[in-house]
C-alpha cells in the first residue's frame, strides 16, 4: 500500500508557472506507475500526465502537451508536474495517483491510491 501527498498548488496569473509535487510513503515506489489527475468544478475527472515506473516513458493530455512535464525521483519517492504557460483553463483540483505494475492507463479508474489534492487556480 502506498499513501500519497501533493503539494504545490497555489493561485497563479495566466502565462505563469508552479511545480506541483507528490510525495510517497513506503518502500516500493519504483513499483507504481505515477499519474496526474485534474477535476474542474462540474466536471470528471480527468487525465493529465503518467510516467512508468522507471521514468522513462512519458504521457500527456492533448491539452498539456508541450506546457507540463511529467518527472519522478525514485531516490525521493516523489513525482513531480512542471506546468508551464499556464491557462485559467487549467484552474482544477490535481491529484496524484498511483498503479501497480507497468501498464500506463489513462483511465483514472485503472489506478489503485490517491492522494487528497492541491488547488490551483490561474487567473486571467
Known amino acids: 500500500q502506498v499513501q500519497l501527498v501533493e503539494s504545490g498548488g497555489e493561485l497563479v496569473q495566466a502565462g505563469g508557472s508552479l511545480r506541483l509535487s507528490c510525495a510517497a510513503s513506503g518502500r516500493t515506489f519504483v513499483s507504481y506507475v505515477m499519474g496526474w489527475f485534474r477535476q474542474a468544478p462540474g466536471k470528471e475527472r480527468e487525465f493529465v500526465a503518467a510516467i512508468s515506473r522507471g521514468g522513462g516513458g512519458t504521457y500527456y493530455a492533448d491539452s498539456v502537451k508541450g506546457r507540463f512535464t511529467i518527472s519522478r525521483d525514485n531516490a525521493k519517492n516523489t513525482v513531480y508536474l512542471q506546468m508551464n504557460s499556464l491557462k485559467p483553463e487549467d484552474t482544477a483540483v490535481y491529484y496524484c495517483?498511483?498503479?501497480?505494475?507497468?501498464?500506463?492507463?489513462?483511465?483514472?479508474?485503472?489506478?489503485?491510491?490517491w492522494g487528497q489534492g492541491t488547488q490551483v487556480t490561474v487567473s486571467s
Open positions: 495517483a498511483a498503479r501497480a505494475g507497468t501498464v500506463v492507463p489513462t483511465d483514472p479508474v485503472k489506478y489503485d491510491y
